[in-house]
């Protein structure tokens, strides 16, 4: 099957190609009204137009939103908050209008935080607790805690260069701040966050016995973020924790200073057998070539502590809107809009490999995804590169209005990133990112950091280019 993808890749590659042949240059700027650009864009300026409309004067985003997060808060993967989520997907889907709502099954880890979560500076007598959370897959600690002296490193060269002397029995604390100075927050994460998902590993290779990890924001502040982490098969398993950037500064620059400093440490998570859980799935039928498929979709499940509204409510919320939105403009697309909301993108993408093993004889046109939170959409990020990028770019020159037609080299999402590595072009949703990292994994990704306008924007980009892939493709 492997070469079939391939090929419907190429087809509409070379499809984008004789597209961006026969166009002019595409407009400069943003608020204004584009210019008729090729064959087919003034239908796609009024298209932006009407989806705009709808999606903000009659637009359902945040009440559908605000429905997950009333019923569904804190959907970590094989809890019972994610399986309200998966039975809130499919009624959803239902009163949509979808048609082949069906759930798909995967296996998914499952890992309780439990009660107790402590760490604490330790001097003398007193005991300073600072501000933690557990990273997701750690394993606790022994019952009644562990203490240790504290090192600070700020990469893993530098924790292999200090080698086993200096970090055996010792808790590590990993203290690379995010950059800020790079144009967006998620390059940012990409260049951190290695150090939150293996620095347990990499410590414990050197004999460490805990790990602590600068919380992933660019902000200075009081409020720990989690997220997953991973071990290493032969690598001793030890504890790891997020800390507040606050407190990780102020420990790093007392270590610089010369100080010998210890913490106490305490946590009772622990991992079960993985449980069933489900994607959830429908349909818009298309109208002439219904096997062929424009994917859009989002992530069901969410970090334990959080409402999980941006991340990914918003996204699951755009793929459900994006799909309202075409049915309620009374559009009919040829190809199949195929909406996947995907179980166990935060630790473990389970989800997104059944969807792939499942879906591999599928015709899929493109896969877009949203979970880059609900804040005001640019546009979209693109594995298409070459002419196809300049057809793709042509394509979301309608969405230049409003100020979301940005169409940038990139990937697509975590969760389409099976179908990428099979030759499926894929797209991401792409948003202003400056406070993406402010709630990200923690206590504020609650609704109330949602702006509806905003998260509505998001909804008519995406039906948008799903409504265009799939009558370019159709063209055929
Ligand atoms: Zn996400």
Not at 27 to 34: F, N
Not at 252 to 269: D, P, Q, T, V
């Amino acid at each position: 099957m492997h070469n079939a993808f391939r090929l419907l890749a190429l087809s509409l590659a070379c499809f984008a190609a004789a597209c961006s042949g026969s166009r002019s240059a595409l407009p400069a700027g943003s608020g204004t009204q584009p210019r008729v650009v090729s064959a087919g864009s003034e239908a796609r300026v009024h298209l932006a137009a009407e989806l705009h409309r709808l999606g903000l004067e009659e637009g359902r985003s945040y009440e559908m939103l605000k429905s997950l997060l009333r019923e569904a808060p804190g959907r970590l993967s094989g809890s019972p908050m994610a399986e309200k989520a998966v039975d809130w997907a499919q009624r959803t889907m239902q009163s949509i209008g979808l048609v082949n709502i069906r759930r798909q099954p995967c296996m998914v880890p499952v890992w309780e935080r439990g009660e107790v979560e402590r760490l604490e500076l330790i001097e003398g007598e007193k005991r300073s607790q600072l501000p933690i959370l557990a990273l997701g897959g750690s394993i606790g600690t022994p019952a009644g805690g562990l203490d240790g002296e504290l090192i600070v490193v700020r990469s893993f060269d530098e924790l292999r260069t200090l080698g086993r002397k200096h970090c055996e029995g010792k808790i590590v604390l990993f203290n690379r701040p995010m950059p800020r100075a790079l144009r967006s927050t998620f390059v940012a994460y990409s260049q951190t966050v290695p150090q939150r998902v293996s620095g347990a590993a990499e410590a414990a290779k050197l004999g460490a016995k805990a790990v602590v990890v600068r919380s992933m924001t660019t902000l200075v502040d009081d409020l720990p973020h989690t997220g997953v982490m991973r071990y290493q098969d032969g690598v001793p398993k030890i504890p790891a924790v997020a800390i507040a950037t606050r407190a990780a500064a102020q420990l790093a620059a007392r270590i610089k200073k010369g100080e010998k400093l210890r913490l106490h440490l305490e946590l009772n998570c622990r991992s079960l057998p993985d449980r069933r859980s489900y994607n959830v799935i429908g349909e818009i039928a298309g109208s002439k070539h219904p096997e062929q498929i424009v994917l859009v979709g989002g992530h069901l499940d969410s970090w334990d502590i959080c409402e999980g509204a941006h991340d990914d409510g918003a996204g699951v919320v755009h793929a459900l809107e994006a799909c309202r939105l075409i049915l309620a403009a009374g559009l009919r697309p040829k190809c199949t809009i195929r909406c996947v909301l995907f179980m166990n993108e935060e630790n473990g993408l389970r989800g997104a490999h059944a969807y792939d093993r499942e879906h591999v004889g599928d015709k899929h046109l493109a896969a877009i995804e949203s979970d880059r939170g609900g804040y005001s959409p640019l546009g979209f990020t693109t594995s298409l590169r070459g002419p196809a990028l300049d057809w793709a770019q042509n394509l979301a020159a309608a969405l230049r209005a409003y100020d979301m037609g940005a169409m940038i080299q990139g990937g697509g999402g975590a969760d389409i990133s099976p179908l990428k590595k099979r030759g499926v072009p894929v797209f991401g949703l792409a948003t202003i990112s400056h406070r993406y990292f402010d709630m990200h994994h923690s206590r504020r990704d609650k609704l109330e950091a949602v702006n509806p306008r905003e998260l509505a924007l998001g909804a008519v980009a995406v039906a948008y280019l799903a409504q265009v892939l799939s009558e370019e493709a159709g063209r055929r």
